[in-house]
């Protein structure tokens, strides 16, 4: 899988908590629901599955630290006592804010672009909607 046990650690000190407390099911469940959300937002823009195939340290630090938070705050709402979710809930929705900053165009992330896989250019498949400026033709 993309995230380990490590990973966990290293973003959150009472990630072990959470992760003693879960089953291996549950944070299973939990890390894919935070990939897949992740893919709601971003996947038009960057090659998720690129993303997500890349191993040790070629990974995006910043795309473990959004699995990461999301699966926490899943795995948190698993919990009977849901230890720790006021802080699991304020780190889901600023991912959830970074994620649509990300979609926005705001903000962007070193990921892989989607390429065409027989010419290899860089895809797009968002598509911005507007108008020019209203002209006026009162003299």
């Not at 469940?29 to 890349?54: G, L, P, Q, V």
């Amino acid at each position: 899988m993309f995230i380990t046990q490590e990973d966990y650690i290293q973003i959150s000190a009472d990630a072990l908590n959470i992760l003693k407390q879960c089953n291996e099911n549950n944070r299973l469940k939990a890390e894919t629901r935070a990939m897949e959300e992740i893919n709601s937002y971003i996947a038009d823009k960057y090659d998720m599955t690129a993303a997500y195939a890349t191993e040790d340290d070629k990974r995006s630090l910043l795309l473990i630290g959004l699995v990461c938070d999301i699966a926490l705050y899943y795995m948190v709402l698993s919990l009977s006592q849901r230890m720790g979710y006021e802080v699991r809930k304020e780190q889901y929705e600023k991912a959830t804010d970074f994620l649509k900053q990300v979609q926005s165009g705001k903000v962007s992330m070193n990921l892989p672009p989607i390429t065409d896989p027989e010419t290899g250019e860089v895809e797009s498949l968002s598509v911005r909607i507007g108008t020019g400026t209203k002209n006026n033709y009162i003299w």
